[in-house]
């Protein structure tokens, strides 16, 4: 057990709609990432949020947009859903202690929400 | 733009036998690289890692040395075990680089 949840994890809806992932990080974690995974992708960086404020962007796509509240945990919003959004997303998070823009802590991944979209 | 790439599985091994997973990197610079593992159903493990050049990353028998002149971050290990069967992820991060993962290498080991 990694310490980071994520919910729900499966979640089962039609194109056209908008769901709403929830990540809580670890305790003391200040940092959360979210990813995409994929079949045809692999694994892809959608963003990352520190101490609730926005640090980076990945391949995140417009529909796609995320925030981190201040109790630090983070949601992750896909709206106007393709039959091409299905897929494994994660979040993962870190301490962050950070000597430059990006930490080499580790980071602890939750174990992911599966999205089908019919 | 930056870039992992791993040799594509699966690799299927009888137990004890001798793991390498290769995996070379696409970065200017000196970024932090990762092994990560993921068994069914769940998500990522941090396996190893290594900050810089010529450090060796290791854990649970595996290993991996940073390699700047060939860019490469290779896994290994001595004797592999039925339960080290799993996806193995390379990836890159740190400094400025946003983290970038290969597409994972499915290990298969059969007692």
């Known amino acids: 057990d990694s310490g980071v949840t994520q919910t729900p994890k499966h979640l089962i809806t039609a194109t056209g709609q908008r769901v709403t992932l929830r990540c809580s990080p670890r305790?003391?974690?200040?940092?959360v990432y979210w990813y995409q995974q994929s079949l045809d992708q692999g694994l892809q960086f959608l963003i990352q949020?520190?101490?609730?404020?926005?640090?980076a962007k990945g391949n995140i796509l417009e529909r796609f947009s995320a925030q981190q509240f201040p109790d630090l945990h983070s949601e992750l919003n896909l709206s106007s859903l393709e039959l091409g959004d299905s897929a494994l997303y994660f979040c993962?998070?870190?301490?962050?202690?950070?000597?430059?823009?990006?930490?080499?802590?580790?980071?602890?991944f939750g174990p992911g929400t599966r999205l089908t979209v019919l | 733009g930056n870039s992992v790439t791993q040799m594509e599985g699966p690799v299927t091994l009888s137990e004890e036998a001798f793991l390498t997973i290769n995996c070379t990197y696409t970065a200017t610079g000196y970024p932090s690289l990762f092994w990560y593992v993921q068994y069914p159903g769940e998500g990522l493990q941090l396996l190893l890692k290594a900050t810089k050049a010529d450090d060796k990353g290791s854990n649970k028998g595996f290993e991996a040395t940073y390699r700047k002149e060939t860019t490469s971050f290779h896994l290994e290990k001595g004797s592999v075990q039925v339960s080290d069967s799993a996806v193995y992820f390379c990836?890159?991060?740190?400094?400025?680089?946003?983290?970038?993962f290969g597409r994972g290498t499915s290990l298969i080991v059969h007692p």
């Open positions: 305790s003391g974690d200040l940092s």
């Open positions: 949020y520190y101490n609730g404020e926005e640090r």
């Open positions: 990836a890159l991060s740190g400094g400025s680089y946003i983290p970038t």
């Open positions: 993962a998070s870190s301490l962050e202690r950070t000597s430059g823009r990006w930490s080499t802590d580790t980071q602890y």
